[in-house]
């Protein structure tokens, strides 16, 4: 089990450069919880990761995403915890209908690069 669960149905996506950006929410309102990814394809020590507040972010804390049939998992690198408020795990769930939920999905992938399972 996740320390973090996101039922996501608010997603966005943004290219500036050749970064890409891309969230997953579980409403407009940030209070409900979110996650969001920020780099340039496949640099995964450059990629940014913010999970549910900025304070609860940085650069090279994932360790692994996870492709589910639901979703994603992403793990956070042990030595990165303590700035990401000590969660370890989040699971992201995305409603299999949901077009932008699975578009936002398409991003992320490519964000991660080739690597991505």
Same mark, same amino acid.
């Given at each position: 089990?996740?320390?973090?669960?996101?039922?996501?149905?608010?997603?966005?996506?943004?290219?500036?450069?050749?970064?890409?950006?891309?969230?997953?929410?579980?409403?407009? #309102?940030?209070?409900?919880?979110?996650?969001?990814?920020?780099?340039?394809?496949?640099?995964?020590? +450059?990629?940014?990761?913010?999970?549910? /507040?900025?304070?609860?972010?940085?650069?090279?804390?994932?360790?692994?995403?996870?492709?589910?049939?639901?979703?994603?998992?992403?793990?956070?690198?042990?030595?990165?915890?303590?700035?990401?408020?000590?969660?370890?795990?989040?699971?992201?769930?995305?409603?299999?209908? /949901?077009? #932008? +939920?699975?578009?936002?999905?398409?991003?992320?992938?490519?964000?991660? +690069?080739?690597?991505?399972?």
């Amino acid at each position: 089990m996740a320390d973090i669960e996101i039922r996501a149905r608010a997603f966005w996506t943004d290219v500036e450069g050749d970064s890409l950006a891309v969230g997953f929410a579980a409403s407009e #309102d940030p209070e409900d919880g979110y996650v969001v990814f920020e780099g340039r394809p496949g640099d995964r020590k +450059g990629l940014y990761l913010e999970v549910s /507040d900025e304070i609860f972010a940085a650069k090279d804390a994932v360790e692994a995403v996870t492709f589910t049939e639901a979703g994603f998992v992403v793990a956070i690198r042990p030595a990165m915890m303590a700035k990401l408020g000590m969660v370890g795990e989040v699971a992201v769930f995305v409603d299999a209908g /949901d077009a #932008d +939920g699975h578009a936002a999905l398409a991003v992320l992938r490519q964000v991660l +690069g080739p690597t991505a399972a």
